[in-house]
């Protein structure tokens, strides 16, 4: 097996540790973006992790997250850490929902994951991987499923959407794969506990779709088995 090194945001809890667990475990090098590392006490644990401070809202931690990996290659960056916004019922058509709290949300799941591409590049332009995975929902589709609501998550999403499609044609002749990537219905803070996977599941299935991802695929969005969605 080839050792990747994976840089993982979000990986404090939710889909994102257990992405920094299913990849230590498999022999992997994880360096995990959280947002507050002093608490990720028992990831710090696990051999093969090292933990690096990233709120995506903070110009200072992406700037020292660019010059921690100066001299490192990156193989793959999984852009995992997201926000749901304010919540949902908020987010109804007529609900109390306020402008400071998308701008938030915009922050972190739009410009955040940007952010994150520009401070990686160089390693992962030294990777042997070029991959770069962001986690987005199936609720940014345009055409699926046909609900409504939820405008702040799903407007954002959108954007970190559109700028997955746009990353994918500016690094196209550098052999990049970028994608968006619906990771499913995860049982986490954010998709609470009937949700059909577990963090774990999606995990093992974001890393297979991962290493099984065609240079065909860079530029599209995909379910958490790799199967393409509709915008
Ligand atoms: N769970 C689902 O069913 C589902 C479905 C579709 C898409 N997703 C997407 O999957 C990704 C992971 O979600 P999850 O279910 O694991 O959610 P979660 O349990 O709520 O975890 C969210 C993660 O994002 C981090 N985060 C939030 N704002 C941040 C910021 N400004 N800077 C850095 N980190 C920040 C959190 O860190 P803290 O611990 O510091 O708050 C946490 O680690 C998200 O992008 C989400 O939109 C999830």
């Given at each position: 097996?080839t050792t990747r090194?994976?840089?993982?945001?979000?990986?404090g809890?939710?889909i994102?540790?257990?992405?920094?667990?299913?990849?230590?475990?498999a022999?992997h090098?994880?360096?995990?973006g959280c947002?507050?590392p002093?608490?990720?006490?028992?990831l710090a644990q696990?051999s093969g992790?090292e933990?690096v401070r990233v709120d995506?809202?903070?110009?200072?931690d992406?700037g020292a997250?660019?010059?921690?990996?100066?001299?490192?290659a990156v193989?793959?960056?999984i852009?995992?850490?997201?926000?749901?916004?304010?919540?949902?019922?908020?987010?109804?058509?007529g609900?109390?929902q306020?402008?400071?709290?998308?701008?938030?949300?915009?922050?972190?799941n739009a410009?955040?994951p940007?952010r994150?591409v520009e401070?990686?590049l160089?390693?992962l332009?030294r990777?042997?991987?070029?991959?770069?995975v962001?986690?987005?929902?199936?609720v940014?589709s345009l055409?699926?499923?046909?609900i409504?609501?939820?405008?702040q998550y799903r407007?954002?999403?959108?954007?970190?959407n559109?700028i997955?499609?746009g990353?994918?044609l500016?690094?196209?002749?550098?052999?990049?794969r970028v994608v968006?990537?619906?990771p499913?219905l995860?049982?986490t803070?954010m998709g609470?506990?009937?949700a059909?996977?577990?963090?774990?599941q999606?995990?093992?299935?974001i890393w297979?779709?991962?290493?099984?991802?065609p240079?065909?695929?860079s530029?599209?969005?995909l379910?958490?088995d790799?199967?393409?969605?509709?915008w």
């Amino acid at each position: 097996m080839t050792t990747r090194t994976v840089l993982i945001t979000g990986a404090g809890r939710g889909i994102g540790e257990a992405l920094a667990r299913h990849c230590a475990g498999a022999g992997h090098v994880v360096i995990a973006g959280c947002r507050s590392p002093e608490t990720a006490t028992a990831l710090a644990q696990v051999s093969g992790v090292e933990l690096v401070r990233v709120d995506l809202r903070s110009p200072f931690d992406l700037g020292a997250l660019a010059e921690t990996l100066e001299a490192r290659a990156v193989d793959v960056l999984i852009n995992n850490a997201g926000t749901m916004g304010e919540g949902w019922e908020r987010q109804a058509l007529g609900g109390a929902q306020t402008d400071a709290a998308w701008l938030e949300a915009f922050e972190t799941n739009a410009i955040g994951p940007y952010r994150v591409v520009e401070a990686a590049l160089p390693a992962l332009r030294r990777g042997a991987m070029r991959t770069v995975v962001n986690v987005s929902s199936v609720v940014s589709s345009l055409t699926h499923p046909p609900i409504g609501g939820l405008y702040q998550y799903r407007s954002t999403k959108a954007a970190l959407n559109a700028i997955t499609v746009g990353l994918a044609l500016d690094l196209a002749a550098e052999d990049f794969r970028v994608v968006a990537l619906h990771p499913g219905l995860v049982q986490t803070r954010m998709g609470g506990p009937d949700a059909p996977y577990t963090p774990e599941q999606s995990a093992a299935m974001i890393w297979r779709t991962i290493e099984g991802l065609p240079a065909a695929h860079s530029g599209r969005f995909l379910n958490v088995d790799g199967a393409l969605l509709d915008w």
